[in-house]
């Protein structure tokens, strides 16, 4: 493999899609061993195929590898090659069809941070385009239900504070938080909302996110747009709604908050009931949600940038 594009790719992933430290590393060492492997077995880049992949999967299976482990592989390779074929370099990805390994038991699907940046970085500016980016961000940065989001009203929102009131399971309320990404999506698209609500004829509707007709956004709607939105990014992954949560969970534990804290965002009763998330969690607890979460310390979007924010 060409190191030079193997460290564009990695710089891209630090300086565009804001991966933490810890993400970029772990893929610069999945990228250095499958070159390694590469050249152990006489395989040019260039003959890499969807053979060649099963080959090198099959590897790390009788390496014991765990399959959470395999799929961070496969997701760096379908980047790396993903990369390539936007800057030019190739015409088509040899990984096109690839799908992650299926995992035992009943762990939650996740998506990785670099899967999550690709399905945020919706761009345009449209009221679709900016409420589509502002649903998935607020998603991943609160962790709540899909039920939860589309009952949010605009007087639940504090602004200030970058939090929501979200009205939970049995009624039971609880309050979450924004990280800087989902601010500024979140602030984007309320400007463009009012707008949307004088074109359709309407001003009287309380929900935050809305469809066309100027109503309220219902569980399948958003469901539509998160599958639509994976289906652009070329994504192989089962993605609903509920995939955000279970990736918010599964990074904030991996960077260290407490499991407690995970599941009073959440809004679990029970802990047992999160302790399934830590199944990559590494052991080292804090409670700091701003620290843990990847989206917490986002650069300023271009809109934010414009407004001197």
């Excluded at 399959?67 to 980047?79: E, F, H, M, Q």
């Excluded at 790396?80 to 370099?89: D, L, P, T």
């Excluded at 998935?136 to 009952?151: A, I, K, M, N």
Aim: net charge positive.
């Amino acid at each position: 493999m060409n190191e030079t594009h193997v460290e564009l790719y990695l710089n891209y992933l630090t300086s565009v899609r804001n991966l933490s430290g810890a993400t970029v590393k772990a893929y610069r060492g999945d990228l250095s061993a499958f070159i390694g492997w590469l050249g152990e077995s006489g395989t040019s880049e260039a003959q890499v195929d969807l053979e060649v992949v099963r080959r090198y999967v099959g590897h790390l299976s009788r390496q014991n590898a765990a399959t959470a482990t395999i799929n961070r592989v496969l997701s760096a390779l379908k980047g790396y090659f993903r990369f390539k074929v936007r800057q030019g370099y190739l015409k088509t990805s040899p990984l096109e069809g690839v799908r992650g390994m299926k995992r035992a038991g009943t762990l939650p699907d996740f998506l990785f941070e670099d899967e999550v940046a690709e399905i945020v970085a919706v761009e345009g500016g449209k009221f679709h385009e900016l409420r589509d980016r502002a649903i998935f961000e607020v998603l991943y940065s609160t962790g709540c239900r899909v039920s939860e989001l589309v009952g949010i009203n605009v007087t639940d929102i504090d602004g200030v504070r970058g939090r929501i009131l979200v009205h939970g399971k049995g009624r039971k309320d609880r309050i979450v938080f924004l990280g800087k990404a989902a601010r500024g999506a979140l602030a984007d698209y309320l400007a463009i909302r009012r707008e949307h609500l004088r074109n359709v004829g309407s001003s009287e509707e309380p929900a935050v996110f809305l469809n066309q007709l100027g109503r309220r956004l219902t569980q399948r709607g958003v469901s539509t747009i998160v599958q639509r939105r994976v289906a652009e990014t070329g994504i192989i992954k089962h993605t609903s709604p509920h995939t955000f949560r279970h990736s918010f969970a599964t990074h904030v534990l991996d960077n260290g908050a407490d499991i407690r804290v995970v599941q009073e965002l959440l809004g679990h009763a029970s802990l047992s009931t999160t302790q399934v998330y830590t199944h990559l969690g590494l052991g080292r607890l804090k409670e700091i949600y701003s620290q843990a979460h990847p989206h917490a310390h986002e650069r300023p979007s271009a809109a934010e940038t414009k407004r001197g924010i």
